[in-house]
């Protein structure tokens, strides 16, 4: 057998099986970024910050089909189906980047959107309402307290009408010592939570991004493969030759 017909071969029925592994790999980490915003949601408002994620969970949902596509049509040397195998890769190919891309604009947003979105959430705690669960969620979850740090809580309602104490979320592992009083900042966990929330979004995305990035050079060179078997099985050969032959 021809070397580049047996070396392309090889590549497709690799990317195929990548397919279907890639697809559930993809529906991992989309759901697992979408989870991660759905416990934030008080403090991440903009809907288009997901738009990454959703663009990688559609990508999961027909990837294995045209895993078993790719390799029935690389094994039988079938144009029509090597051509839609194409065609499929390059369009996933082009998602993914419009994925990553979505990724490097909305990163340069967080922090101003963080920023604005956690002021607004943490002026509006009360101790009971929807903003009151999202903050302690996030200050136990992510052991921080207050905006930039525990010293912002001065700036809100809660302080005031609460003896200048902050909420029992900051406090170090629930110590039943703790009465958030700001003159007792050894009880306290005393970063800011726009910073560690924001950490915890890029690493997640950087992540994802790899991924991602690492799923496209593989589609690369699939449709390189894809064209050297269609152009070489059309000018030098005719029928259907094996991969073991």
Not at 46 to 57: E, G, M, R, S
Not at 135 to 153: A, E, F, H, K, P
Request: aromatic share 14%; glycine share 8%.
């Amino acid at each position: 057998m021809d070397c580049g017909i047996f070396t392309s071969k090889t590549v497709l029925l690799f990317l195929s099986l990548v397919f279907c592994a890639a697809g559930a790999a993809l529906a991992y980490i989309g759901s697992y970024v979408i989870h991660s915003y759905n416990n934030f949601d008080s403090f991440i408002q903009d809907k288009y910050a997901l738009v990454p994620a959703a663009i990688t969970i559609g990508i999961s949902v027909v990837m294995f089909v045209f895993g078993l596509l790719g390799c029935c049509s690389t094994l039988r040397e079938s144009k029509f189906g090597l051509s839609f195998f194409f065609l499929v890769i390059m369009m996933m190919f082009a998602a993914e980047v419009a994925a990553l891309v979505f990724s490097f604009i909305y990163q340069g947003k967080i922090s101003g959107d963080l920023e604005r979105s956690m002021n607004e959430s943490f002026s509006m705690y009360d101790g009971q309402g929807t903003e009151t669960k999202g903050v302690d969620y996030l200050q136990s979850q992510l052991q921080c307290c207050g905006v930039n740090n525990y010293t912002s809580w001065a700036n809100t309602t809660w302080f005031s009408s609460q003896n200048n104490t902050v909420p029992l979320s900051c406090c170090k592992n629930s110590t039943t010592q703790c009465t958030g009083r700001l003159d007792q900042p050894n009880l306290l966990n005393v970063a800011g939570c726009q910073v560690k929330l924001q950490s915890l979004i890029e690493d997640v995305w950087g992540y994802a991004m790899l991924v991602i990035l690492g799923f496209a050079v593989v589609k690369f060179f699939g449709m390189t493969s894809v064209c050297v078997i269609t152009c070489r099985s059309g000018n030098r050969r005719s029928g259907y030759q094996p991969l073991y032959a």
